[in-house]
């Protein structure tokens, strides 16, 4: 059962453009959603978060918008950099935390 | 500031033999730890987690077992290896049960 679902599996964007990396979730009770980088060989990475009480959080270059209804979420990386490729693991966590399957992302300079 | 730290890093193991995995957490008191296993471009299983000392929940079996002797230790063991066990383990701490988890650099398992 698959509770949290990321796509693309892959995504190629080229350098400066906006990456878009989508995820959704099943169950209601999660209200925490934490973003994970992860280069090859490395532990990943705590990158962003956002709790269900809020619509959108912003850090610098990268920002999660979030649906409640919908159950949806994405996260806009704008002016990406080849420094920005690598696995992006989208989580849900209420009292237990579930991860998505990953999207890899390519910045091709 | 709080550091995570895992070993080994890498280990090449045969099969049915037995292996001994470590982390340990510096700069955090009674920290809630985990156990998480990743194939090679997968997402991340969580195996284990402890909330305190003496005490280790399992989520998934996979004929590994799991302890925390010290408040600052996790140790992931098992008596004989199978080859499904390959991948790369990583051991991640929490504030609590509702906070973001942080994860250490990982150790590279190789069954052959």
């Known amino acids: 059962q698959q509770q949290v679902r990321q796509s693309p599996q892959s995504l190629t964007v080229w350098e400066g453009e906006t990456a878009i990396l989508n995820c959704s979730y099943e169950?209601?009770?999660?209200?925490?959603f934490p973003w994970y980088q992860q280069f090859p060989g490395e532990g990943p990475a705590l990158l962003i978060s956002?709790?269900?009480?809020?619509d959108k959080k912003e850090d610098g270059r990268f920002t999660i918008f979030f649906n409640k209804r919908e159950k949806k979420l994405s996260l806009h990386i704008t002016d990406s950099q080849p420094g920005d490729s690598a696995t992006y693991f989208c989580?849900?966590?209420?009292?237990?935390?579930?991860f998505g399957a990953g999207t890899k992302l390519t910045i091709k300079p | 500031a709080q550091t995570i730290h895992q070993w080994p890093v890498a280990e090449i193991k045969a099969v049915g033999s037995p292996l001994s995995l470590g982390c340990t957490i510096k700069?955090?008191?009674?920290?809630?730890l985990y156990w998480y296993w990743q194939a090679t471009g997968g997402t991340l299983q969580q195996l284990f987690y402890?909330?305190?000392?003496?005490?280790v929940e399992s989520v998934v079996q996979l004929n590994l077992s799991a302890s925390r002797p010290k408040d600052d230790q996790f140790i992931l063991s098992t008596e004989k290896l199978l080859l499904s066990h390959s991948g790369f383990y990583l051991c991640?701490?929490?504030?609590?049960?509702?906070?973001?988890?942080?994860f250490g650099p990982g150790t590279r398992l190789t069954v052959l």
């Open positions: 991640a701490w929490s504030r609590d049960s509702y906070a973001e988890q942080f």
């Open positions: 169950d209601s009770t999660f209200n925490y």
């Open positions: 956002i709790r269900s009480v809020s």
């Open positions: 989580a849900a966590s209420g009292e237990k935390i579930t």
């Open positions: 700069g955090k008191s009674s920290p809630n």
């Open positions: 402890s909330i305190t000392v003496g005490q």
